[in-house]
């Protein structure tokens, strides 16, 4: 059965991206809006109303306006916005979450897109938690840098205006009160804030998420060998993310911000040292993939009962 979609904000750099990953897709029919109807809110009304499925690549108060004009029972809505990430009443689209997530998310009339910090942040931690290798109350530093395109328009005219780019590589955040730290600490399942420490980098896309390690510190003393073991374990099998083995990290001298290009995988890997007991967990993602359209046509494809990679770069 054809399933009818709408993205609210389609014309943004994430919507653009969902609309590359489902054209032509014949199991999906898109409801678009011509240029004079975008703003219209009767206009909006009916096309949100007449989706099956709704994606909304708006700000967070526009999103949270375009969810109450749906008034129907039946349409199923994935919002990229921050608006609803910790929101009662809304699954978190992150399907490599924890076990049974996925078919959790399945059943979900309101799913909140995850950030692209709190993806490659929570791939890294969460099934450590889980496993008990890292203690609920532990505290977790998580740092990294982002391609421009993640700040959106204004960012992206910022490093692609006629003065060039403001810098080469830039912290930011540095307040401490970042939007994705509620979404870090709810779903990693830590009793405290993770101290987040953000940069960007005068690249267009990729990210580098980065959460270091005292081995030696940790209850029971896990070695490199645990802490990778159980990444491995809980996502084996996964066609979007992957563990690299401990040989290939040891191998490798860098990671590079583009090291999934325009992809929607996930990479993760352990770097560590037994002798000094310290570990570095890196993941490398595509902002714009598997941290912003990626996760939203996966998430669709959750919700329509279609292949969960139809439509996705891997």
């Not at 921050?82 to 689209?93: L, M, N, P």
């Not at 030696?216 to 996964?238: C, F, K, N, W």
């Not at 046509?297 to 139809?310: K, R, S």
Request: proline content about 5%; aromatic content about 6%.
């Amino acid at each position: 059965m054809t399933q009818n979609i709408f993205i609210d904000g389609g014309v943004g750099t994430t919507g653009i991206e969902i609309n590359e990953r489902i054209a032509g897709r014949p199991e999906l029919s898109l409801i678009t809006l011509d240029e004079a109807k975008r703003k219209d809110a009767a206009a909006r009304r009916e096309a949100l109303n007449a989706a099956d499925v709704v994606i909304l690549c708006l700000p967070d108060d526009a999103a949270r306006e375009a969810v109450a004009l749906i008034d129907n029972d039946r349409t199923r809505v994935i919002d990229a916005s921050t608006a609803h990430r910790v929101a009662d009443g809304w699954t978190y689209g992150f399907a490599e979450l924890e076990p049974g997530h996925r078919e959790k998310l399945a059943e979900s009339r309101r799913v909140a897109n995850p950030g692209c910090w709190p993806t490659g942040f929570l791939a890294l931690v969460r099934p450590l938690v889980l496993a008990g290798l890292l203690p609920m109350d532990w505290p977790v530093t998580v740092s990294g840098a982002s391609g421009y395109s993640g700040g959106g328009k204004s960012m992206i005219a910022e490093y692609e205006g006629s003065e060039g780019a403001p810098s080469a590589f830039r912290p930011y955040g540095l307040g401490l009160g970042h939007k994705h730290i509620p979404e870090m600490q709810r779903y990693s399942g830590l009793q405290h804030l993770p101290l987040f420490a953000p940069a960007v980098a005068n690249a267009y896309r990729g990210m580098i998420v980065e959460v270091p390690l005292q081995l030696r510190a940790l209850p029971g003393t896990p070695r490199v060998a645990d802490i990778h073991a159980a990444l491995a374990a809980a996502y084996e099998g996964s066609a979007i993310v992957s563990v690299a083995s401990l040989e290939d990290s040891s191998a490798m001298t860098q990671v590079r911000l583009e090291h999934v290009g325009a992809t929607d995988r996930l990479a993760l890997f352990v770097f560590g040292s037994e002798e000094s007991g310290q570990a570095r967990l890196v993941a490398a993602l595509d902002n714009l993939g598997k941290g912003a359209a990626g996760a939203a046509v996966q998430n669709l494809n959750i919700l329509a009962g279609l292949p969960e990679t139809a439509g996705l770069r891997l």
